[in-house]
């Protein structure tokens, strides 16, 4: 039986390193969004390039987010213990979307370049002209309003009683949270999904699909899983939380991640196999783009990248339970979760060239360094794990059978 390590006597708090560190990856972000621009004004059509890059990485980074949250609110909703020790750092993230509310401002100062429904026009077509009422600038921004209030406002909620009770700790806050997280993961669900919608599956205002959704919500949770194991690899390595994240926790985050990477592509099979059935002309075209000029081979690099590769990989136990072993494959997927974003939005930038430019690069460094600034801020004072929540001891003895 594994020795149930003291908390109190652990390295939990960021303290001045912290405060360097956010600093640092604040500068770093800047100066690589200051560089995006200035590769965006040097270039011909550079702006409509910077601008469909930017809805890349900004879509990539709000997944993560989104992810976070959900881990949050799935660790209360199904009253989860072996999860507490790493809960802090999903929260962490999640406390990121004031910050990501900000980052979304180029996109509504672009939205005439990057959607077409919003190029306006004396006689737009009969498919637009039907979608007006919902794909209109006004609404669109209200939506996004309303998304980044709800995703903001849970968020604090659940990361301010988590580092409340650290304080207190009142048993009573769990009860509160717990019983506010069905509600609140209705809410998440619905935001989630018109959100992509909005941000991405209306960069084509003639196509549909009626589970684009959840294909995005699959990759956001791939997508935190995988910044999770990280993250915490990387606390680990520098010192924090040696004892109280274990190769269990590692195991059951490698779990997930391998169960989510065989959701998503269960998700992406299903929505592709429905279109290729069906053959119709509206929902066929936007596959059709994804699948020539160059485009096929970044598929190609997703079904093998995202889905065979890890498959292999994740499946057995002993990789999971190999920090180092993991940790690589959580960086892997973490570039094939930013590929299959990619895939979805930039062929309605530029079909014909399907390598990524500089400025998605650099745009992923900035974008990137902001979330992981805003996340270790929100930190920098309070302990990396839920140090007097309820069932903190049994996180701490948990083991898998």
Known sequence: MNRVPDI????RHLGAAGERFWKALLVVGTFALVASVALAAAAPGGWRRFLFAYLVNFAFVLSLALGALYFVLLHHLTHSGWSVVVRRVGEAVAATFPVLAVLAVPVILGVHVLYPWAHGGAAPEPALQAKAAYLNVPFFVARLVVYFAVWAVTARYYFRRSTLQDDSGDVALTVKMERRAAIAMVAFGVTLTFAAIDLVMSLDPRWYSTIF?????AGSVVGIYALLIVLTYSLQRAGYLRGAITVEHYHDLGKLLFGFVVFWAYIGFSQYMLIWYAN???ETRWLAVRQTGGWGWVGLVLLFGHFVVPFVALLSRAPKRRPRLLAAAAVWMLAMHWVDVYWLVAPAGDPGRPVPHLVDLTLLV???????AAAAFAVR????VPERDPRLAESLAFENA
């Not at 004072?381 to 990396?384: V, Y």
């Open 366 to 372: 900035g974008l990137g360094s902001w979330l992981l």
């Open 381 to 384: 004072r309070r302990s990396l």
């Open 8 to 11: 109190f006597a652990e390295k």
């Open 213 to 217: 959704g959840v294909y995005y919500f």
């Open 280 to 282: 119709i002309p509206e």
